[in-house]
């Protein structure tokens, strides 16, 4: 199967700007003087194409002679370019354009590791906007998303019978490789905060995820969403354990706590 590369490059950077400053396309900024989104380019010679998922700002990519598709119109926010890319027919690896010290055998690692593979940092954080999927399963999952009126990225592993989460340490691949650039203060270098729960490769299997169990009126959302949270933090993956336990915030205001505690804990904003 043909693989793509698709760069998400559709955001606004919000949390990128600075007051007094023009606006500024996080993507388009230099680091060591390169815009963000030509180092990812450089680096992915092991794919048979390049796209950029353009969204508000797919003009300048096109100008710049890159081959750029469009926001779907049944998503807002990352979801709308991942779904545009699921028209396509191959293996796809989504990549943000604001990591700027992303590798080559990061992409490698990922390609290696089908159907769906994720990496998930030592911490237990989730890198959801860095993975591979098999465009057919993407299909599948992210029109379950919109048949239920999913919003999440990280609900796509949480609907996938199997999944591969990657260590890092595992591959020998550097932690700055991870560096994700929001705040201009992010690029004073990568932090890891939290502690190290997460080591070595994991595949989950379920011969029905929970989620999508309890998207289809099947169970008790209670014990649906308590079962994956538990196997998620038995296997250090903190951050799909957190999402669990949020859609259980309606039950009780406790597990929305734990969620935001936990989240707090490895540093993830969303």
């Not at 400053?21 to 194409?49: H, S, W, Y």
């Not at 990061?106 to 959801?128: A, Q, T």
């Not at 209670?222 to 949020?246: C, N, P, Q, T």
């Amino acid at each position: 199967m043909p693989s793509f590369l698709i760069i998400l490059a559709g955001g606004e950077s919000r949390r990128f700007q600075q007051d007094g400053l023009g606006r500024v396309d996080k993507c388009l900024f230099p680091v060591n003087g390169e815009p963000m989104i030509m180092r990812i380019i450089k680096q992915a010679t092991v794919f048979d194409e390049i796209i950029i998922a353009g969204g508000v700002n797919s003009s300048k990519y096109v100008n710049m002679g890159l081959r750029v598709i469009g926001d779907s119109e049944r998503f807002s926010g990352v979801l709308a370019g991942v779904d545009s890319a699921s028209s396509l027919n191959g293996v796809l690896v989504f990549s943000p354009c604001d990591t700027p010290n992303v590798t080559t055998d990061v992409f490698k690692v990922l390609l290696s590791n089908g159907p769906l593979s994720v990496f998930v940092l030592p911490n237990g954080l989730v890198e959801s906007h860095l993975f591979r999927i098999d465009s057919s399963l993407l299909r599948t999952v992210i029109n379950e998303a919109a048949t239920h009126g999913r919003s999440r990225l990280s609900d796509l592993f949480r609907l996938s019978n199997v999944v591969n989460f990657l260590s890092p340490l595992s591959h020998g691949i550097k932690l700055t490789s991870f560096l994700n650039v929001n705040r201009r203060i992010d690029l004073m270098g990568f932090n890891l905060r939290g502690p190290i729960v997460f080591t070595n490769d994991v595949v989950i299997r379920w011969s029905d995820p929970p989620l999508l169990r309890l998207l289809r009126g099947e169970g008790d959302a209670e014990a649906l969403l308590w079962d994956e949270a538990r196997v998620y933090v038995s296997k250090g993956i903190l951050s799909l354990a957190a999402h669990a336990l949020r859609d259980l915030e309606r039950r009780g205001v406790g597990y929305g706590a734990v969620a935001n505690a936990i989240l707090n804990l490895i540093g993830a904003e969303k």
